[in-house]
């Protein structure tokens, strides 16, 4: 269901919809009455970006990507909830936010490319598992830590839990940046940066991620048959300059799933160039 419109009504797949505004949106009514607000801009058969840890639509890679591809395809981003314009309902579950890419795909009329980054990647790959309508799935740097030569990146999550439940939410944003990488004294320079208030805003819905991906950071090798379901078409990708572990995690993604393909973008890390994954997602989504 859509609210009052906002922006153009969402088209059916297959057909040419009318362009979105960029900037305005309308929302969808997830299946537990939250409603999750979106955007779409350009032409051609619907994509669903998923975005990771602290983003939204104004917030993030997402929206840069989206005017990318725009070019060729009905592009939506959405405010995962509790994020940007979004509600939000406790207590939370990942088949919540499941539910959400549920009701954004049947706004693109049932059927959607999905691409999803981060822990988004993850989320997108268990919407693939269990929705219909998933066409093709596009993923980047899904977090895995499948062997002992990772991070313990299992661990951060119970001191997120913890900073969060005490209303700390600098330090929640603080430990998880810590535990992606980023530098001590980057995370201090940031902390002075109108950037920081932009992060903190979305620093209780740091656990949400952390529900979703903890359970594949243990240094463990993928559950076998997890995702047997997702036959789609899928693009599992990352970077060449990204960590070892954050490649072997995905490679061995790529293997787990049973129609997938792995692709080493050669000079990237974590945060790709639009340009780079724009060209390579439009080839994937095209065929």
Same mark, same amino acid.
């Given at each position: 269901?859509?609210?009052?419109?906002?922006?153009?009504?969402?088209?059916?797949?297959?057909?040419?919809?009318?362009?979105?505004?960029?900037?305005?949106?309308?929302?969808?009514?997830?299946?537990?009455?939250?409603?999750?607000?979106?955007?779409?801009?350009?032409?051609?058969?619907?994509?669903?970006?998923?975005?990771?840890?602290?983003?939204?639509?104004?917030?993030?890679?997402?929206?840069?990507?989206?005017?990318?591809?725009?070019?060729?395809?009905?592009?939506?981003?959405?405010?995962?909830?509790?994020?940007?314009?979004?509600?939000?309902?406790?207590?939370?579950?990942?088949?919540?936010?499941?539910?959400?890419?549920?009701?954004?795909?049947?706004?693109?009329?049932?059927?959607?490319?999905?691409?999803?980054?981060?822990?988004?990647?993850?989320?997108?790959?268990?919407? @693939?598992? $269990?929705?219909?309508? =998933? !066409?093709?799935? +596009? %993923?980047?740097? #899904?977090?895995?830590?499948?062997?002992?030569?990772?991070?313990?990146?299992?661990?951060?999550?119970?001191?997120?839990?913890?900073?969060?439940?005490?209303?700390?939410?600098?330090?929640?944003?603080?430990r998880f940046l810590r535990g992606v990488g980023v530098p001590r004294f980057v995370v201090g320079v940031m902390r002075l940066t109108p950037l920081w208030a932009k992060l903190k805003a979305?620093?209780?819905?740091?656990?949400?991620?952390?529900?979703?991906?903890?359970?594949?950071?243990?240094?463990?090798?993928?559950? @076998?048959? $997890?995702?047997?379901? =997702? !036959?789609?078409? +899928? %693009?599992?990708? #990352?970077?060449?300059?990204?960590?070892?572990?954050?490649?072997?995690?995905?490679?061995?993604?790529?293997?787990?799933?049973?129609?997938?393909?792995?692709?080493?973008?050669?000079?990237?890390?974590?945060?790709?160039?639009?340009?780079?994954?724009?060209?390579?997602?439009?080839?994937?989504?095209?065929?």
């Amino acid at each position: 269901m859509t609210t009052p419109a906002t922006s153009s009504p969402l088209g059916v797949h297959g057909q040419t919809p009318a362009p979105a505004v960029p900037g305005k949106s309308a929302s969808v009514e997830s299946a537990d009455g939250t409603p999750i607000a979106f955007s779409r801009i350009g032409r051609g058969d619907p994509v669903i970006l998923v975005d990771g840890a602290l983003c939204w639509r104004g917030m993030g890679p997402s929206q840069k990507l989206a005017e990318r591809l725009a070019e060729r395809f009905s592009v939506i981003t959405y405010d995962r909830r509790g994020r940007g314009d979004s509600g939000d309902r406790r207590p939370y579950s990942v088949e919540h936010e499941v539910d959400d890419i549920e009701a954004l795909l049947r706004e693109a009329g049932g059927a959607a490319g999905v691409w999803g980054t981060s822990s988004g990647a993850v989320l997108a790959l268990e919407a @693939a598992a $269990r929705l219909r309508g =998933v !066409t093709r799935l +596009a %993923l980047h740097e #899904a977090p895995l830590v499948v062997d002992t030569q990772g991070p313990p990146a299992a661990e951060q999550w119970d001191d997120i839990d913890a900073a969060i439940a005490a209303n700390r939410r600098g330090e929640a944003v603080s430990r998880f940046l810590r535990g992606v990488g980023v530098p001590r004294f980057v995370v201090g320079v940031m902390r002075l940066t109108p950037l920081w208030a932009k992060l903190k805003a979305a620093a209780h819905t740091l656990p949400y991620d952390g529900r979703i991906v903890r359970a594949y950071q243990r240094g463990k090798g993928l559950p @076998a048959g $997890r995702w047997s379901s =997702v !036959t789609a078409p +899928a %693009l599992v990708m #990352a970077g060449g300059r990204s960590p070892e572990w954050m490649q072997r995690g995905n490679r061995a993604l790529a293997d787990a799933l049973p129609n997938a393909r792995f692709r080493l973008l050669e000079g990237q890390t974590h945060t790709v160039k639009p340009k780079v994954l724009g060209s390579i997602l439009e080839e994937f989504f095209g065929r």
